[in-house]
């Protein structure tokens, strides 16, 4: 009998250590990064209450599908991406960099079809 109760406390101590895991991995954008990416989408599509929700929870998409460390990572390769010359070539064609653009392309792919 105790061995069946103990099993229970393990196998509930470990889901809720999923659960926490997978709770700090959602929210680990800071809250100054979630407000500008709802800035910035407001601005691009329209204000009001309506675009708020669909911003926020375009952003809340992302970060459940990409952490913020590769988030920081491709926006950082898209500004670069913005800087004319020869220099910054190796942002619009090295391998590493056009992957981690892809990655956020497809969060916020994913984000467009669940959230608009």
């Not at 990064?33 to 910035?40: I, K, P, S, T």
């Not at 952003?59 to 990572?73: G, M, N, Q, R, T």
Request: glycine fraction near 6%.
């Amino acid at each position: 009998m105790r061995g069946a109760i103990a099993a229970m406390v393990l196998t509930f101590l470990a889901g809720s250590a999923a659960a926490q895991d997978l709770q700090a991995r959602l929210n680990d954008y800071p809250t100054e990064a979630r407000a500008d990416y709802v800035f910035g989408c407001m601005a691009v599509n329209g204000q009001g209450r309506d675009v708020l929700r669909k911003c926020s929870c375009s952003i809340d998409v992302i970060a459940s599908l990409l952490p913020y460390e590769k988030y920081v990572e491709a926006e950082t390769v898209l500004s670069m991406q913005q800087v004319g010359g020869e220099r910054m070539s190796i942002f619009r064609t090295a391998a590493p960099a056009k992957a981690l653009v892809a990655d956020l392309r497809r969060a916020q792919a994913e984000a467009e079809i669940l959230c608009f």
